[in-house]
Structures are given as C-alpha cells and as structure tokens.
C-alpha cells in the first residue's frame, strides 16, 4: 500500500474544513493550445503554494483530468506569481481578473523546480490573450466545489 494518503484514496478533499484562497497577479499573458500536450497529472488533490512562486496555468476541455490522469487537450493561461499564499485543491476554482476560468484538475510537475503546470477543466479551452486577461490582473484559486468527483 502507498504511504501518500491520497494515492492509496484514503483522503479526498473533503478532509478539508476550511482555507483560505490563494491570491496572486498575472505576470505572462500567454496564447496558443496544443491537442497532444501530454501532461501527466500528480496523485496529489491539494498543492501548498508559497508567496513570491511563479505558477503556470493551463485550461482543459478534458472531462477525464483529475489527478492521476493524463491530459492532451490544453490552452496556455499564463503565469501567475503567488501574492498571497496557502493550500490549492482539487474543485478549486480558478477566477482571473473577476471572470471563471474554470476548476482545478491537478497538476503537472515537468518543469520543476522551475515552475508547476496547474491545470484547470472548463467546457471550454480559451488561451490567455481570447479570454482578454492583462499583465497583472488580479488571479485567485479557492472555495472549493462541491463536485469534483474525489472520495474520501
């Protein structure tokens, strides 16, 4: 059996009784999608994220990702450096200048310790620049959903 509890699904996000959002501000606006990007998504439901980090963001169509996952159909966000930090989850959801983006998925961990992909679902994938987003709007990831498919 695994040691990390939410691999071997002991806990899901439900463990969670409160937490605060996580705030920052965009520092890239990027544009383009892929349809074979090939992430591979963490066994990890919840992400620490610490004040003064930069984050990738990354939209999904892809009704399947969720962490463990694998994730082809994407659209670039941009990057976002972590003004306020705390604990994401996956259900979370991904708000950029007031508007939803969409809720998180999971994430990849290809560039670290440069950086981490965070990966978001939405009904659709709209790239940084078609979603009319702007060098320091104002990012949040938080109050997390009520359907996002993990068991405790």
Known sequence: MSSDPYKAGLVGTDLIAAKKDVEGSLVVVLRGSLE??????????????????????????????RPGSRVDRIAYIGFVEITSGGVIAVGDRLVCAGVSIGTIAGYDTTHLPNHMNIVATASRRTDGTDSGLALGDEVLIGGIGHDNGLEA
């Not at 074979?36 to 892809?62: F, K, M």
């Open 36 to 65: 074979d990007r090939g992430l591979n998504l963490t066994d990890s439901v919840t992400r620490a994220l610490l004040a003064g980090e930069i984050h990738e963001l990354i939209v999904t169509d892809e009704p399947t990702a």
